[in-house]
């Protein structure tokens, strides 16, 4: 699969859209049932403040899925994108209100590769906080 954009109409530096995304403890449930992730530090406050966290936290993979959207949006084609990895390096605190927590996600074209693909570099925070880190893509343009 590839991207519907071009790998000649991209430069080094070229930003992506930037997306924030809303996270509340029912996106938390939803996403739980559909990843089989039950942990407890997920939805159950008073058992992830036992273990040492500020408050419920939000699944890593979630995280790491809702960053990658700002990618699959811009390429146009989720299939497009051939490698993608990150560091967790905090997590994603989900108050119990109705406004919960917002991933803010930016992104980049950081390096032009061979056969037509590209470096994408993101960066997601939430709360003003780096939440994950060495986030890159590779993803393969038209």
């Known amino acids: 699969m590839t991207a519907k954009i071009s ?17 509340t ?25 036992e273990v040492g966290l500020p408050d419920v936290i939000a699944h890593g993979m979630f995280t ?14 989720p299939g497009a994108v051939v490698e993608y990895g990150v560091r967790f390096t905090r997590p994603v605190v989900v108050p119990n209100d109705d406004k919960g ?9 950081g390096a032009k590769l061979d056969d037509g693909r590209v470096r994408v570099d993101l960066v997601a925070t939430s709360e003003g906080q780096k939440v994950l880190g060495m986030s890159r893509a590779v993803v393969q343009l038209a």
């Open 64 to 77: 790491m899925a809702e960053a990658i959207r700002v990618v699959t949006d811009w390429a146009g084609d």
């Open 7 to 23: 790998y000649d109409d991209v430069e080094v530096g070229t930003e992506l859209p930037a997306q924030s995304f809303p996270v």
């Open 25 to 49: 403890r029912a996106t938390l449930v939803r996403y739980a049932g559909a990843s089989g992730d039950f942990n407890p530090i997920h939805w159950n406050e008073k058992f992830a403040v």
């Open 101 to 109: 927590a917002v991933i803010e996600v930016a992104a980049k074209v």
